[in-house]
């Protein structure tokens, strides 16, 4: 079992940036491919970042290419979602993930879930 809990969340308006950070235990963290989902009201859950579990392939969806980085740091057993001009439309809970294989990841499931922080970016 994997356990992740998510901090950083909260209200920013549109331009600024935030942070969010999961940390993870339980198991050996290196051997995971992390992501960050989220999903809107009335929407589906999407896929917004992945990084594989030796840090050498990153994916982005189209919406945040640009503007989001996630980034993982091994011995901390953390991955962050550094989120710069964010727009109202980022509005969601972001759901960090942990999956033993990226392709789980990219294909929009995961093994492991956190509880999610919510964010709001006000107009």
């Known amino acids: 079992q994997v356990q992740l809990v998510e901090s950083g969340g909260g209200l920013v308006q549109a331009g600024g940036s935030l942070s969010l950070s999961c940390v993870a235990s339980?198991?050996?963290?290196?051997?995971?491919?992390m992501a960050w989902f989220r999903q809107a009201p009335g929407k589906e859950r999407e896929l917004v970042a992945g990084?594989?579990?030796?840090?050498?392939?990153?994916y982005y969806s189209d919406s945040v290419k640009g503007r989001f980085t996630i980034s993982k740091d091994n011995p901390k057993n953390t991955v962050y979602l550094q989120m710069n001009s964010l727009k109202p439309e980022d509005t969601a809970v972001y759901y960090c993930a942990a999956s033993s294989r990226f392709s789980t990841i990219i294909a929009g499931e995961s093994d492991y879930w956190g509880q999610g922080t919510q964010v709001t970016v006000s107009s």
């Open positions: 339980g198991r050996t963290f290196s051997n995971y491919a």
């Open positions: 990084i594989s579990w030796r840090v050498l392939t990153t």
